[in-house]
Nanobody, 125 residues
């Protein structure tokens, strides 16, 4: 089992920045990739970004590429999402997720076995 706890969400004005963190505990040695997803009210959960275990590969949704940066520190078992130039449409609950193998592809929810409880990000326009 892997436990994930997100932090860093909050209220920010459009154009501002936020840094989300995800702390992993438990049997983290088996995790292959880590990802961030988000879910806005009334919408499906969508892929935001992902990073491979060795940080050699990063992936981004088109909507956030160039504005968000994902990183990880395996020694500390943390994954971060630096969000800049935030827009009102970035408002959502952000979830951290851990994958044991991207069998269904990077942006597919089915590829991720463990999930955090989510942290709210609200961008005011």
């Amino acid at each position: 089992q892997v436990q994930l706890v997100e932090s860093g969400g909050g209220l920010v004005q459009a154009g501002g920045s936020l840094r989300l963190s995800c702390a992993a505990s438990g049997r983290t040695s088996g995790t292959y990739a880590m990802g961030w997803f988000r879910q806005a009210p009334g919408k499906e959960r969508e892929f935001v970004a992902a990073i491979s275990r060795a940080s050699s590969n990063t992936y981004y949704a088109d909507s956030v590429r160039g504005r968000f940066t994902i990183s990880r520190d395996n020694a500390k078992n943390t994954v971060n999402l630096q969000m800049s130039s935030l827009k009102a449409e970035d408002t959502a609950v952000y979830f951290c997720a851990a994958s044991l193998g991207l069998l269904f592809g990077v942006p597919n929810i089915k590829s991720y076995k463990y999930w955090g409880q989510g942290t709210q990000v609200t961008v005011s326009s």
